[in-house]
Structure formats: structure tokens, C-alpha cells
């Protein structure tokens, strides 16, 4: 049987660390090679800004920062 995810690069923005690594888990399972976890906007912007990537997981709010500067950044790319 086929991964969904084989051969896609897939960013994992998630401040709780058990919820970050049950995704990573589960992502890398489905044959995705996952980046980060990351946990704060800043990091994320980093990683969108200099990764090639095929999807991302996507936390609304990261140790309370709203992440609308994360999801403008990924809709401007």
C-alpha cells in the first residue's frame, strides 16, 4: 500500500511538544519528511521563508502569538 505523504516535505508548527511529536509520528509514518517541529511564528517564518515544502500543520496560536503572520507568509509563497 501507498503512503499518502511519500516523498513530501511537510512543516510541523506546534507549541505543545506530545501534540508535535504524535504529528511528526504520524506524518513520518504516512512517508512525509517532516521538518521541525517548530514552536514560536518566528521559527515558522524562518523555515517558510528557506525550505522547500509541500504542506504544513498549522497551530492557531503559539505560547499565546497568534499565527496570521505564519499562514500570510505560506498564502504569499
Do not use: C, W
Not at 44 to 64: Q, R, S
Request: charged share 20%; no cysteine; proline share 3%.
Amino acid at each position: 500500500m501507498a503512503h499518502q505523504l511519500a516523498g513530501k516535505r511537510v512543516l510541523i508548527v506546534e507549541d505543545e511538544q506530545m501534540l508535535a511529536e504524535y504529528l511528526a509520528d504520524a506524518m513520518a509514518a504516512e512517508g512525509a519528511e517532516v521538518i521541525g517541529p517548530v514552536a514560536t511564528v518566528n521559527a515558522a517564518l524562518d523555515v517558510i521563508a528557506n525550505t522547500p515544502l509541500d504542506g504544513v500543520t498549522l497551530d492557531l496560536k503559539l505560547a499565546g502569538e497568534m499565527t496570521f503572520r505564519v499562514s500570510d507568509a505560506l498564502a504569499a509563497r
